[in-house]
């Protein structure tokens, strides 16, 4: 079974920039999340999707972040501007439903903006 | 609001010793589920057992065990016989079921260094 994929897998930008991540999460999982990774903390969930329906989107930055998954599976994540402190590892996790099942992680896309 | 804590920022044993990582919650939620998840070098988040808050049965996996204690809001995770391979990040994680979003709260990690 193949995992969750994410494009690109680096990513260097200037400030001010924008930038777009790309997911495909494992076929058949309904339930779709973005984390944040800065380094040396743990994740931090920016946005959940329930097929194409956004669950919990509490922690995005909506004035710069969006985020969209039109047809129910790929997910794209956006920056818009990017600042200094978006520096880090955008991950994308999948679920087979929601009720707290276990999450499945892509590799991520490392963001650098200078 | 939830929280996790793993207040041992770096561990360094030698191969073959047993380590255990410390994982403290918060939450006012009575269902929740905890976590815990490798980071190797190569960064991608690998699942190794989910709990639910009614069960605090403790669970062994091979040379992983996990000791979850509701009276203390702990959820610790034994490595017997380490190995360097076992050398990662680990994180804890807590979800709160019930409110239907259902996105995880990880603590900051405990770097786990096996030395050979």
């Known amino acids: 079974e193949a995992g969750v994929a994410q494009s690109p897998r680096y990513k260097i930008i200037e400030k001010r920039q924008s930038v777009a991540f790309w997911c495909n999460p494992i076929?058949?999982?309904?339930?779709l999340y973005w984390y944040q990774q800065i380094l040396g903390q743990g994740p931090k969930l920016l946005i959940q999707f329930q097929n194409n329906g956004v669950v919990d989107d509490s922690q995005l930055p909506k004035d710069r972040f969006s985020a969209e998954r039109l047809k129910g599976v790929d997910s794209t994540l956006k920056i818009q501007p990017a600042k200094l402190e978006d520096s880090a590892v955008y991950l994308c996790a999948s679920s087979f439903q929601r009720d707290s099942y276990e999450q499945y992680f892509g590799p991520g896309t490392r963001l650098t903006v200078t | 609001a939830q929280k996790v804590t793993q207040a041992q920022t770096e561990i360094s044993v030698v191969e073959k010793e047993d380590v255990t990582l410390d994982c403290v919650y918060e939450t006012r939620d009575t269902t929740y589920y905890l976590f815990w998840y490798k980071q190797p070098p190569s960064g991608e988040l690998v699942f190794l057992i989910r709990?639910?808050?009614?069960?605090?049965q403790n669970e062994i996996s091979g040379r992983y065990s996990w000791n979850f204690q509701k009276s203390t809001s702990s959820f610790n995770f034994t490595i017997t016989a380490s190995q360097v391979v076992d050398s990662a990040v680990y994180f804890c994680?807590?979800?709160?079921?019930?409110?239907?979003?259902?996105?995880?709260?990880f603590g900051k990690g405990t770097h786990l260094i096996i030395q050979p």
């Open positions: 076929s058949g999982h309904a339930t």
């Open positions: 994680a807590l979800s709160e079921a019930g409110r239907g979003a259902d996105g995880l709260t």
């Open positions: 709990r639910n808050s009614f069960d605090e």
